[in-house]
């Protein structure tokens, strides 16, 4: 018969695990406070928390035992649960105490294949401990230039960016608009551009594609655009430096040096912007690879205001054709971490 929840800390604890076992398997069925027949014992077992799932054609079980303990488990704690985990025939078996475990509790632990944690909880007293997070900054940054050729429908002086805003492109004659850079940033996001460090890339547009400008009188016209590319290089800059989460749950790995693992962080909290205590690293894979905890990369982007000037065009008569003006920014544009 399942146990009256109580609100005592023991049940809060045990609460609080099945719902990171949750975190961690959405794919499985979590039960708290499960009874599961034991093939040895030949009656009933409680089951702290249980989590069952189909892996191909067969059928999984993993059974957490949990201890809200003021001391360390030690190795008879272990032993008693290898007996569970055998009569119950689990195939993994997760203990977690919140005093931590003994060194020969782990030693034991890590040679039967029973997983050791406690559980953290951002905000609770009972057992919360000064959490900070790692966290590596990848800024990506793409430096562009614009060239390409235009044919307008009139001659003599037009504008193709007014007040040095940047000229705009448009695919359906002017029912969409998208400013260059963003007509880059798009191609970015999806994928589709190439990422690789330090060479030049080349972006050429597809499509029917056109450019608005502005004749005389400051009317609005389209242009058609026969050739436009983006030519850029992509640096990398990182900085790692730590934050300390307003809301965090997780477990504590024991048998992986008291390593910490995530289950839910609230992404709002990452901060924003970087103060002197972010550390400049030349490597973020190598520094990923050996730094104990969270690592989360972040890529974010936003246009340089008035990293480029585009001039204005003039357009001469040779006989019945109109010479094609190449454009081409000042500078580029150059697109960085917000």
């Not at 235009?150 to 193709?160: A, N």
């Amino acid at each position: 018969m399942p146990r009256v929840r109580s609100r005592e800390p023991w049940a809060k604890y045990e609460e609080l695990a099945h719902k990171i076992v949750k975190d961690l398997m959405p794919f499985a069925d979590v039960t708290l406070d499960d009874h599961l027949y034991g093939s040895e014992s030949e009656d009933l077992r409680q089951i702290d928390v249980s989590a069952r799932w189909r892996d191909g054609d067969q059928d999984r079980l993993l059974i957490v035992q949990v201890k809200d303990l003021k001391r360390p488990a030690d190795v008879n704690v272990v032993g008693t649960y290898k007996s569970v985990i055998q009569d119950t025939r689990a195939h993994q078996g997760v203990l977690i105490c919140s005093g931590g475990f003994s060194k020969k509790a782990r030693t034991y632990a890590r040679n039967v294949g029973i997983s050791l944690y406690a559980l953290h909880e951002a905000g609770s007293r009972n057992w919360a401990q000064n959490l900070t997070v790692p966290l590596i900054w990848v800024s990506l940054e793409p430096t562009l230039s614009m060239s390409g050729s235009f044919r307008p429908h009139v001659d003599g002086h037009l504008v193709v960016a007014k007040n040095n805003y940047m000229p705009i492109l448009s695919r359906d004659g002017g029912a969409t608009r998208l400013r260059l850079a963003d007509v880059f940033i798009e191609q970015w996001n999806d994928g589709s551009t190439d990422r690789s460090l330090g060479a030049a890339h080349e972006l050429r547009l597809d499509g029917e594609w056109s450019m608005l400008y502005y004749a005389a009188g400051d009317k609005e016209a389209w242009a058609e655009m026969p050739t436009f590319a983006f030519s850029y290089t992509v640096n990398r800059r990182s900085w790692l430096g730590q934050y300390r989460p307003s809301e965090c749950r997780g477990l504590i790995d024991f048998l992986a040096s008291d390593l910490f693992i995530p289950t839910f962080m609230r992404l709002d909290d990452l901060p924003r912007s970087r103060d002197d205590t972010w550390v400049q690293i030349d490597d973020p894979d190598r520094v990923a690879l050996e730094t104990v905890g969270l690592v989360i990369t972040s890529e974010q982007f936003k246009v340089e205001t008035g990293s480029a000037r585009f001039e204005v065009i003039n357009i001469q008569e040779q006989g019945q054709k109109s010479v094609k003006r190449l454009i081409t920014s000042s500078d580029g544009y150059r697109v960085e971490h917000s």
